[in-house]
């Protein structure tokens, strides 16, 4: 009976501990679940944030805007010339007009005429006549359409004054026509006689004029005036500068407004423009027209 009692008094102990450990084994699995639910919640809020973050900076980085383009029109190239002028620079072929090649005539056209006057034995006189009109869309990527039609315009200008086998080649700045223009005056001579070439190029507002002008003496006859040739193409370049002013809603024969003072657009631009193009002019050289004289 006192060992019964003995080992009873022993026992109660053992079972008080191991009821501890019971207890405190089961708390455990309870410990590492609460922090395991903890850590997923946690790195769930961590995703939300950067997610909310980058649809701020995405909002942030919206597409740039620029200034629109004043002009979003061309004439007929063929009718940008009066029926007058035509007669006075072309006079055997004013009724020769060639409307040149495009995919899309609100964006470049152009027209020409050749006349041949016949003197007989005395030779004949030759007279070319082409105008090109070049028209540019704003655009986020290539900047504003003024702005390219600048860049065009002067691009346009190193070409005349670099054509090749030209002599006496000379350059001057146009008043009243356009934004901006230029003469480009040289001496051409091929087989066929002296030609004289004039070149005016001039940019109002996005669109580049671009008119060349050549005459020749053939067959001995004699090589026509540069001076003349020059005052007829800078009348003309100024024409078919009004007449693409006309064609946008302004008055044929007044100066236009400069595009810079406008404030820029809010509204996303047009998709672009011919400058994926800045192509190259469509007039052929003083050598092309003599050769299809």
């Known amino acids: 009976m006192q060992r019964a009692a003995q080992r009873d008094h022993h026992s109660a102990p053992r079972a008080k501990r191991l009821n501890r450990v019971l207890v405190c084994a089961a708390a455990v699995p309870v410990m590492f679940l609460a922090a395991a639910c903890s850590s997923d919640s946690g790195s769930g809020g961590g995703k939300q944030t950067p997610s909310a973050d ?3 900076q995405s909002s942030a980085s919206a597409s740039p805007t620029v200034q629109a383009a004043a002009y979003g029109k061309l004439p007929d190239a063929c009718k940008a010339l009066s029926a007058k002028t035509l007669g006075d620079l072309v006079p055997k072929g004013d009724k020769s007009a060639k409307e040149g090649a495009s995919s899309d005539l609100s ?9 041949l006057d016949n003197n007989g034995v005395k030779g004949s006189q030759f007279r070319w006549l082409n105008v090109s009109l070049l028209r540019f869309e704003s655009d986020a990527t290539r900047g504003t359409g003024e702005a390219q039609a600048r860049e ?3 691009k346009q200008v190193r070409d005349a004054t670099s054509t090749a086998d030209a002599k006496n080649v000379k350059s001057q700045p146009v008043s009243g026509t356009g934004d901006e223009a230029t003469l480009v005056r040289y001496d051409l001579t091929k ?10 190029v001039a940019r109002v507002e996005n669109v580049v004029v671009t008119l060349d002008y050549n005459g020749a003496g053939l067959a001995g006859d004699k090589t026509p005036d540069a001076d003349d040739l020059s005052k007829s193409a800078q009348a003309a370049a100024k ?12 008055k044929a024969g007044t ?5 810079s003072s406008a404030s820029p657009s809010t509204a996303p631009s047009k998709s672009a423009s011919p400058s994926k193009s800045a192509p190259a ?3 052929p050289s003083a050598s092309q027209s003599a050769a299809k004289s």
């Not at 964006?107 to 006349?115: I, N």
């Not at 100066?255 to 595009?259: D, I, V």
Request: contains cysteine; proline residues 2%; glycine residues 14%.
């Open 191 to 200: 087989k066929e006689g002296a030609f004289k070439q004039q070149t005016v």
């Open 107 to 115: 964006t470049r056209a152009g027209c020409s005429w050749s006349s």
């Open 255 to 259: 100066a236009p407004g400069s595009s």
């Open 152 to 154: 065009y315009y002067q």
């Open 281 to 283: 002019s469509a007039s």
């Open 54 to 56: 980058a649809k701020g």
């Open 239 to 250: 024409e078919a500068v009004a007449a693409v002013t006309a064609a946008n809603g302004g």
